[in-house]
């Protein structure tokens, strides 16, 4: 069964809106990440992709809903409101799911609370320990949409966004659901920074991925969301491949086999060839081991034919968000043909030792019918998504 991505809404680093996030894209050479005063490492401020602006009220909810996490989402619903009226009317809300990723959920504001519980032996009066649960921004956004379907969080470290789309599909394929809200959504906190030192992971400068200087990734946050549907909507979901390297819980196989086989697998259920894809968003983390796996798997299968570029440099790596976030890219440029393909942004120069796949090193405007996104997240979780252009929608 074809299924759609009717709508989408986003806050990241790039802007607080699709039209913010589509003129940003036109400007690559804007430095959109920062180094945050709040957050450290070894001691130092760290650059991370940060949602920046005025965050909405969150006063008229529950104290343990009024997270950093839930306020990027609703930001991100808001936007969402006009679609959602339209195909909600008439629909029972036992067939409305919510299936959201993320890493972190309220992790922020628990932070807050220990640090106080530190200072003082109590927990603050509002701390409640929902928020930190996993399922706390599935469980927020259906409340707000005052529905009551299959309602949950998937968290499989930087493929739950991209999961979510896939479940969203096979709900909606298995007539579970007549619409699906899903996306991904996380915020940045020290817990996580943290985290990804400890692995050696990250960046004291702006990530450079796939350069011969790269070191490592810079964290960020956003709220990434979509309306999925049966419903013919401007850009359809061709294919999802999915495979488990079964490798190493940090590091992918380096051979790149796992993210071939996603790809085409995804290929497959699309009944597609390399050649029919018009653009690919790349995991591309900035990592030594990520671009060199995701280099080999790209090139096995599309040499340097296809243009391709990750966009981890322009927001930060946004981690349960990110694959949605990088679909969402992938969707507005199929949407909206003045939105060019996302530029690969590299300041140093490329690693030559790597596969020489097409990267999108400039503000590049095409045609595109087709796009490819790969997520290739930690204990070699792969999954890879193809959607493309609808041509003409029938109301």
């Known amino acids: ?28 050479e804007v430095e959109y990440q920062s180094l945050d005063r709040e957050l450290h490492l070894e001691g130092q401020p760290v650059y991370v992709g940060k949602v920046n602006g005025q965050l909405p009220d969150m006063s008229v909810f529950p104290s343990y809903q009024r997270t950093r996490n ?18 909600l009317a008439g629909v029972d809300k036992q067939r409305v799911a919510v299936i959201i990723g993320t890493t972190t959920a309220g992790v922020g504001t628990a932070e807050q609370a220990v640090a106080h519980y530190m200072e003082t032996d109590a927990f603050p009066a509002e701390y409640g320990h929902q928020c930190q649960e996993l399922i706390a921004p599935a469980e927020f956004l259906a ?20 999961k979510v789309i896939m479940t969203a599909h096979m709900l909606l394929d298995t007539d579970m659901a007549d619409v699906v809200l899903c996306g991904g ?21 702006l990530c450079e991925p796939f350069s011969a200087s790269r070191d490592g990734i810079n964290l960020g946050e956003a709220a990434a969301l979509f ?32 993210a071939i086989r996603a790809i085409n697998i995804a290929l497959e259920m699309a009944t ?44 930060g790596h946004t ?21 060019p393909l996302p530029t690969h942004k590299m300041t140093k120069p490329r690693d030559e030792s790597l596969h020489p796949i097409q990267l999108v090193e400039s503000v590049t405007k095409q045609a595109s019918r087709i796009c490819l996104s790969n997520s290739f997240a930690f204990g070699g979780n792969n999954i890879s998504v193809v959607i493309g252009k609808v041509d003409k929608v029938q109301s």
């Open 70 to 87: 839930n306020a990027l989402a609703l930001m991100a619903i808001k936007q969402l409101e006009p679609t959602l009226s339209a195909m």
């Open 272 to 315: 597609l060839t390399p050649s029919d894809i018009d653009y690919i968003n790349l995991h591309g983390t900035g990592t030594k081991k990520n671009d060199e796996m995701e280099s080999r798997a790209v090139y096995t299968l599309f040499a340097d034919s296809v243009p391709c570029s990750s966009t981890k440099r322009l927001t």
């Open 185 to 205: 959504v996380d915020s940045l906190c020290q817990l996580t920074v943290n985290g990804f030192e400890a692995l050696d992971s990250t960046s004291q400068s």
């Open 1 to 28: 069964m074809v299924t759609f991505l009717n709508d989408f809404g986003v806050v990241c680093a790039l802007g607080n809106n699709k039209n913010e996030v589509k003129h940003a894209l036109h400007h690559p």
């Open 227 to 258: 309306v999925m549907s049966k419903q013919a909507g401007p850009v359809s979901l061709l294919g999802v491949g999915e495979t488990s390297d079964a490798y190493h819980i940090s590091a992918p196989d380096p051979s790149g086999d796992g």
């Open 319 to 339: 981690l349960g968000a990110a694959g949605a976030l990088e679909l969402g890219f992938c969707w507005l440029h199929l949407t909206d043909p003045d939105t």
């Open 143 to 162: 409340e707000y949409l005052g529905v009551n379907g299959p309602t949950y969080t998937i968290s499989t470290a930087c493929s739950s966004s991209t």
